[in-house]
């Protein structure tokens, strides 16, 4: 009986050893791709995450100078939003953005931001 111990002892010990010793597969600490998406969707479902609030925002300035166009758009709350077009480009009258109440830029700030890169 101890011969047959031994053995299952000795075929025990090389199972730990290699378990041990063989490399372990972990995920990437970095998500990308089709996966990331699905996983802010569960954590939406589950209600971990807030949605992101969007609110209509209405044509407040629209610039061209140099070359380029932006259209400066403001919402409720001082929601400020920009687009860069090419001149002679459409800017819609008004459009759904990311709702950022008590945006520390204003109007004129981002159109004047945008002067300025435009000097450069």
């Not at 998406?37 to 209509?56: A, S, Y």
């Not at 002679?88 to 709702?99: F, I, L, R």
């Amino acid at each position: 009986m101890s011969k047959l111990f031994k053995k299952s002892y000795l075929v025990m010990m090389c199972i730990c050893f290699a378990l041990a010793t063989a490399p372990m597969a972990q995920a990437s600490g970095e998500k990308s791709g089709f996966g990331l998406g699905l996983k802010k969707m569960q954590d939406l479902w589950r209600g971990v995450t807030e949605p992101t609030k969007i609110t209509t925002c209405r044509l407040a300035r629209k610039k061209v100078y140099k070359g380029e166009q932006i259209c400066v758009y403001s919402g409720a709350n001082r929601t400020v939003h920009g687009v860069y077009n090419s001149p002679g480009d459409y800017c819609a009258t008004a459009m759904d953005c990311k709702y950022e109440p008590n945006s520390d830029k204003s109007v004129n700030q981002l159109v004047q931001d945008f002067i300025d890169a435009a000097d450069e």
